[in-house]
């Protein structure tokens, strides 16, 4: 029983620190936007994160746990196309136009709110009184800080601040594809396909804008090695493994800590 109850505590322990660190990586990705933005296209910063990326761990994955049937693999690419490429897009695309790296984690981190209120009913989650309270008051919250922001922000599109919500409704639509997939292929093989994914459809876009080659500048490679290493590795590979181990609302949760990290990572 001793023995039981060690194991217990043991692996909430190893939840804790794990969602801690997932925490630090995924807040870690808006800093890296910021930095790999200053001296490089989006398309750019994209494409070098994601092929380098592509290029080890499609092996791996392959070596380890093979491809997964044509119906797991297809979905999977959609779980990539949304979580990654969709996501990472807007949230890019916002803070290239100058929206703050704080205000962009801050309208992210309702996402919790959001899956609560439209995913929970999907999952089977029953969204009660006070949920639906704290949602409005949420939205409020963000909307009022949002506003500011904008009001003393110069040279900023007021278009450009809606652009993050956007890329959270993806993130959601992907967890909630995730958790369908019947026969879902191993974290490393799912990690793999999705950043396969990503590297493919950013590589064709930078051709097309004609930005495929990257700057020399050592800040851009700093940016680059940081994102792969803690924002994608660290940050998706956490991420699935957490709504796989705690599921989608216990995840989504850590999500509300994202704006106060992210503005510790940007002092």
Do not use: H
């Not at 409005?136 to 904008?150: E, F, Q, W, Y």
């Not at 800040?219 to 956490?238: E, K």
């Amino acid at each position: 029983m001793g023995l039981q109850i060690s194991e217990v505590r043991y692996g909430r322990a190893a939840m804790v620190v794990l969602s801690a660190l997932f925490v630090v990586c995924w807040s870690s990705g808006f800093v890296g936007a910021k930095l790999g933005g200053a001296d490089a296209p989006v398309a750019t910063v994209l494409m070098w994160r994601f092929v380098p990326l592509a290029l080890i761990l499609a092996p791996l994955a392959v070596r380890v746990g093979g491809l997964p049937g044509a119906r797991a693999l297809g979905w999977t690419v959609v779980v990539g196309l949304l979580s990654q490429t969709g996501y990472l897009t807007t949230v890019y695309w916002a803070i290239s136009l100058g929206v703050n790296t704080g205000t962009t984690a801050l309208i992210d981190g309702i996402q919790p709110l959001v899956a609560a209120a439209v995913v929970g009913p999907l999952l089977g989650v029953v969204v009660d009184a006070r949920q639906w309270a704290g949602l409005a008051l949420g939205l409020a919250g963000v909307v009022l800080v949002t506003v500011s922001d904008a009001v003393e922000a110069t040279g900023v599109p007021w278009w450009a601040y809606p652009i993050p919500l956007a890329g959270m409704v993806a993130l959601i639509a992907a967890t909630v594809v995730q958790r369908r997939i019947t026969a879902r292929p191993p974290m490393l093989t799912g990690l793999a396909i999705q950043c396969c994914t990503s590297a493919a459809v950013f590589t064709v876009f930078a051709m097309v804008r004609g930005t495929v080659t990257p700057p020399a500048e050592p800040r851009f490679w700093l940016a680059t090695g940081w994102l792969i290493v803690f924002a994608t590795l660290g940050g998706y590979g956490l991420y699935w493994y957490l709504v796989d181990k705690l599921g989608v609302t216990q995840v989504n949760s850590l999500m509300f800590l994202m704006a106060p990290t992210t503005a510790v990572w940007v002092r």
